[in-house]
């Protein structure tokens, strides 16, 4: 499984100028469960088809050096998603893991 970065690591990054929260599921799941204690760009990114995130990534997120923040559903695609990002040349990339385990963003807020 990718590496999961620490709550500590990700509300250090989100204090940062222009830091961006993606998530990286699909349509469907965000509608059932979403993240609601910070806002958040979307793009769908799988283990075998990241073409929207892709697409769309240079739009969502237009400074590559302010922290992107992916989360997903278990963490899994967001390891894609981190690793592509980091290829596209985007400097601070985090993975926040499950949208379920980001519980602490709302004691913080």
Do not use: H, W
Request: charged share 30%.
């Amino acid at each position: 499984m990718a590496s999961i970065n620490t709550p500590e690591e990700v509300m250090a990054a989100e204090q940062e100028p222009g830091a961006v929260f993606l998530d990286v599921r699909g349509e469907d799941e965000v509608k059932a469960e979403s993240l609601q204690s910070r806002p958040y760009k979307q793009a769908k990114c799988s283990l075998d088809d990241c073409s929207e995130l892709m697409s769309k990534a240079e739009t969502l997120m237009s400074d590559k050096n302010a922290p992107v923040i992916i989360f997903c559903r278990s963490g899994r695609r967001a390891g894609k998603a981190k690793e592509l990002l980091e290829q596209k040349g985007y400097k601070k990339v985090l993975n926040a893991g499950g949208v379920k385990d980001m519980s602490y963003l709302s004691q913080s807020s």
